[in-house]
């Protein structure tokens, strides 16, 4: 869908607004991850939105055959960067249909809110559906979401900081809107012209997500509320980490 949002952010300066995201905790998470979904040594691993690969290099590393996908071939040029070695199979594709064959998983990860960008709410189901389908038979899937109650009490409404790197002073817009947490950017810098950006997320709950599963054919196993491993709160947790396996 040309002109989606998703395009024009996940692009070039993508890299400079979230510099602050620490690959070194992309080793821990995938320690936490991989040990809810119970991978075996060299198991087939997709990550689903795997942006800049902070997280399918960390796979890689702990031993798993790694496949990341993403829609922006400027994020997945800065993740050929980090892969010297050639760890990880790095593939240009939309979510809503995946590039690879049915059955050709074990597990399927989506971290870090790579969820719910869509505006017709079919499109996120069927994201679950093509998380489905390319999955083996009593496969697994991680789905790392905003807590939507977390984001609600503390969503700061105004943001501003300066990428040391660049030089680029980043101001951020947030709100909640019909269903939505929407965020406008504006990178700005002496002599350059403003770049704007615009991101949202669907606000889905944990019941949104029980029965969208269900109807993808997945079975909701469990929720973690962080990485720690803390049961989910709907008020308190910092996020939704939803594990499901293919159903029967």
């Known amino acids: ?138 496969g697994r899937c991680l789905i790392d979401f905003l807590n939507p109650g977390d984001v609600a009490s503390r969503l700061v409404p105004y943001s501003e900081r300066v990428d040391a790197l660049t030089g680029w002073t980043i101001r951020e817009h947030r709100r909640i809107e019909d269903g939505w947490v929407k965020k406008e950017i504006a990178l700005e810098r002496p002599g350059a012209p403003v770049r704007h950006y615009s991101e949202r997320v669907r606000l889905y709950d944990l019941d949104w997500f029980e029965q969208a599963m269900a109807g993808a054919g997945l079975v909701l196993d469990e929720v973690r509320g962080d990485y720690d491993g803390r049961v989910y709160d709907p008020a308190t947790s910092r996020r939704m980490i939803l594990i499901g396996t293919v159903r029967g």
């Open 1 to 138: 869908m040309v002109g989606e949002w998703f395009e024009k952010s996940f692009g070039c300066d993508y890299p400079v607004i979230y510099r602050h995201r620490d690959w070194e905790a992309a080793a821990q998470e995938v320690e936490a991850m991989a040990s809810w979904l119970r991978l075996r040594a060299g198991a087939a691993v997709l990550d689903v939105g795997c942006g800049m690969g902070r997280h399918a290099l960390a796979l890689a590393a702990a031993g798993y055959r790694v496949t990341g996908v993403d829609l922006s071939e400027e994020l997945l040029n800065e993740a050929r960067k980090h892969d010297s070695e050639k760890a990880v199979a790095w593939m240009r594709g939309d979510m809503r249909a995946l590039p690879l064959p049915a059955a050709s998983m074990e597990a399927t990860v989506n971290f870090f809110t790579s969820f719910g960008y869509f505006e017709p709410e079919t499109d996120n189901a069927h994201v679950l559906r093509e998380l489905k389908r390319v999955l083996r038979p009593q």
